[in-house]
């Protein structure tokens, strides 16, 4: 019998209580066992509703319960450090959601508390271990498509209200925060390299300031990347890889569902990847990780350097300018 690791959420969050948790339940290695929301009510109907034995009216209260050995936060952007401070000074491990900071800056202070209290602490992108993308990244590195050259992508959703979280700059909101860091993680992922430089440009949203449209080119040392990403687009997302010698097309590139199987196309076959949870497997992982005190999937650098290059693609819509890549 697998010693499962008891879990805390922080909120009641969307993301949490309709993806994470569930997925989370099903596995092995994770246990449930506390979520909290800054309304006790609000707390209590998610515990009933997901069979979770301990409900809390704040963060306080589940960080100071000594059964909690790890925590998700799924909390707004800008209070993923913050609330990762916490936790890990509480000596809970943690998995935060995507971005896990508003800026490599902020991010750089995870690494310093992460060595003062040893925890682990890694950054929630579930894509990073789904089985679509582990292939795609065998297939690239065995030269399948020859040399990678060119990535591209696009993703897309439509939402225009003011009261969503993601259209909230002070939030931390906006496309390039919300969707537009997974091709740059995946980018980062397939090149196994950093960019060199960013150039981008943004059209913010007259009324809430954040960007609505985004489009980068990053420029890495062996091909290229290009994405644009919206918040008031119509629903879509892809990504494909061109190399030398071949493509690479990923259907449902992020979003990927749990309830059939996923594909992708290598140039013209098509490889079909059996049901999984993406949220299952980032849960399982990271508990494994936290049991067996062994590497965690993602380090808590890569998030690090996912920030730097959202920081440069900000800076590059400002000063309309190649921006390299701050260390």
């Not at 246990?31 to 009510?41: H, K, N, P, Y």
């Not at 990073?128 to 690239?140: F, V």
């Not at 449902?252 to 196309?265: E, G, L, S, V, Y």
């Not at 990847?273 to 062994?294: H, K, M, T, V």
């Amino acid at each position: 019998m697998v010693d499962k690791v008891r879990w805390g959420i922080l909120s009641t969050a969307k993301i949490a209580v309709a993806k994470v948790i569930p997925a989370m339940q099903r596995s092995p290695w994770c246990e449930i066992t506390a979520i909290a929301s800054r309304d006790l009510s609000r707390a209590q109907d998610a515990a009933r509703e997901l069979n979770i034995p301990n409900a809390y009216g704040t963060y306080e209260e589940l960080l100071a319960d000594e059964r909690v050995e790890a925590i998700y936060n799924p909390l707004p952007n800008n209070l993923h450090v913050p609330w990762t401070i916490k936790a890990a000074e509480a000596g809970k491990h943690a998995l935060c959601e995507k971005p896990i900071a508003l800026n490599a800056k902020e991010a750089k202070t995870l690494i310093d508390v992460r060595d003062r209290t040893g925890v682990k602490i890694q950054e929630a992108f579930m894509v990073r271990t789904h089985p679509q993308w582990l292939e795609t990244r065998r297939l690239i590195k065995s030269g399948r498509i020859g040399a990678l050259r060119s990535i591209t992508c696009f993703f897309s959703y439509f939402n225009p209200d003011p009261s969503n979280i993601r259209n909230q700059l002070e939030l931390g909101g906006g496309a390039l925060m919300d969707i537009g860091c997974y091709p740059i993680t995946i980018s980062r992922f397939m090149y196994e390299t950093e960019p060199r430089r960013v150039m981008a440009l943004i059209e913010r949203d007259p009324v809430f300031g954040t960007d609505a449209l985004t489009s980068a080119v990053l420029d890495f040392p062996n091909g290229h990347s290009t994405f644009t990403c919206s918040t008031r687009i119509a629903p879509y997302q892809r990504m494909i890889f061109l190399g030398t010698e071949g493509r690479i097309e990923v259907l449902i590139p992020f979003n990927a569902p749990n309830d059939r199987p996923t594909q992708i196309i290598v140039d013209d076959d098509t490889i079909e990847f059996p049901i999984c949870d993406q949220y299952e497997i980032q849960g399982s992982l990271f508990s494994q990780a936290i049991r067996e005190n062994s590497d965690q999937p993602i380090p808590l650098e890569d998030a690090v350097s996912n920030m730097a290059v959202i920081d440069a693609v900000f800076r590059s819509a400002t000063t309309g300018n190649w921006e390299e890549i701050e260390s």
